[in-house]
T-cell receptor, first 111, second 113 residues
Framework: GDSVTQMEGPVTLSEEAFLTINCTYT??????LFWYVQYPGEGLQLLLK?????DKGSNKGFEATYRKETTSFHLEKGSVQVSDSAVYFC??????????FGDGTTLTVKP | DTGVSQDPRHKITKRGQNVTFRCDPI?????LYWYRQTLGQGPEFLTY????????KSRLLSDRFSAERPKGSFSTLEIQRTEQGDSAMYLC???????????FGPGTRLTVL
């Protein structure tokens, strides 16, 4: 079945540091890939997505590129802020509609 | 607010009691999903509807769980004879059938004592 493996956390960075959160997947067919973010006390929000190989999703300074050859969708940001502290989930979605999520990576950014 | 709403936000119950949660999707969305999230894990798929038809149920959804979407709008998730292992956050999401991303509600946190 489909699965998503995320880099284990938690991740603690200083403000303005470079962020990478690794995500790899296993899926049948050609899934769409997503990063969702969950801020403390809030629901999951879509951060970015990519629907086919070599697509790059971007939003709020975050980027991720759909790499079919390595089945990866790593999340990056060049300069994190304290307000980026949250839990980040990598997910995939096939034509079946349901989404499969990784276990999440907790990011804490210190001033 | 036109997002996905869930009610209640928190529910504490005793083992063996029945509980029911409600989800109101974004109004024009024809797909509605239920997920369960336990501490330190990502959401796990439970079931989804397209309009009023329940199209898929996870093996996680034991016979104590039932979900309905009677008019293709709001949905309810009922858990009968709750167990401590049912303690989790229950998430609802909605989408259009033409979308691959889903829009999530704030969740209902269930605690079974």
């Amino acid at each position: 079945g489909d699965s998503v493996t995320q880099m284990e956390g938690p991740v603690t960075l200083s403000e303005e540091a470079f962020l990478t959160i690794n995500c790899t997947y296993t899926a049948t067919g050609y899934p769409s890939l997503f990063w969702y973010v969950q801020y403390p006390g809030e629901g999951l929000q879509l951060l970015l997505k990519a629907t086919k190989a070599d697509d790059k999703g971007s939003n709020k300074g975050f980027e991720a590129t759909y790499r079919k050859e390595t089945t990866s969708f790593h999340l990056e940001k060049g300069s994190v802020q304290v307000s980026d502290s949250a839990v980040y989930f990598c997910a995939l979605n096939t034509n079946a509609g349901k989404s499969t999520f990784g276990d999440g990576t907790t990011l804490t950014v210190k001033p | 607010d036109t997002g996905v709403s869930q009610d209640p936000r928190h529910k504490i119950t005793k083992r063996g009691q029945n509980v029911t949660f409600r989800c109101d999707p974004i109004s024009e969305h024809n797909r509605l999903y239920w997920y369960r999230q336990t501490l330190g894990q990502g959401p796990e798929f439970l079931t989804y509807f397209q309009n009023e038809a329940q199209l898929e149920k996870s093996r996680l959804l034991s016979d104590r769980f039932s979900a309905e979407r009677p008019k293709g709008s709001f949905s309810t998730l009922e858990i009968q004879r709750t167990e401590q292992g049912d303690s989790a956050m229950y998430l609802c999401a909605s989408s259009l059938v033409t979308m691959d991303e889903q829009f999530f509600g704030p969740g209902t946190r269930l605690t079974v004592l």
